[in-house]
């Protein structure tokens, strides 16, 4: 059984770094929005972001740990044609991923390392391809 506990566990010294690198990573990408689960952990890995954009992060259940997948798979396919980021966890983004795979989406890489970044191509009405970046890492 899951800890209720977890869901407002934060960041450590390396998750914090992580999501600076994200930041730094994805904020000349014309990001319109931010999504994330309502867990504290994940809203503060695209804080970064959301500060550098001066966007709202807005906590949505469909990207919740344990939630349902076909919540999390249709919010996901909901955002064709926009460049938004959203950010959940090593259950949910598995199971998007092969949801989309079977759905005719070409997967380029695998992981799902904690801090890590798949970038899906959604500039036509469906999503044409996912990409695994992987852990982005900002020279120290």
């Not at 929005?33 to 970064?48: D, E, F, K, N």
């Not at 249709?74 to 090593?90: K, P, Q």
Request: hydrophobic share 35%; with cysteine; net charge negative.
């Amino acid at each position: 059984m899951r800890d209720p506990r977890d869901d407002q566990r934060a960041l450590d010294a390396d998750g914090r770094r992580r999501a600076n690198d994200i930041g730094v990573e994805l904020a000349h990408r014309g990001i319109e929005a931010i999504y994330s689960s309502p867990a504290l952990r994940c809203q503060q890995t695209v804080v970064p972001l959301a500060q550098a954009l001066n966007l709202e992060v807005q906590p949505v259940a469909e990207l919740f740990e344990g939630s349902s997948s076909s919540r999390s798979i249709a919010f996901v396919r909901s955002f064709t044609e926009r460049c938004v980021v959203l950010c959940s966890h090593g259950d949910v983004i598995p199971d998007v991923l092969r949801n989309l795979e079977v759905g005719g989406t070409r997967i380029m890489g695998t992981g799902c390392a904690k801090g890590s970044i798949w970038e899906l191509d959604n500039s036509t009405d469906r999503i044409e391809s996912a990409n695994y970046l992987g852990i982005t890492s900002t020279p120290m």
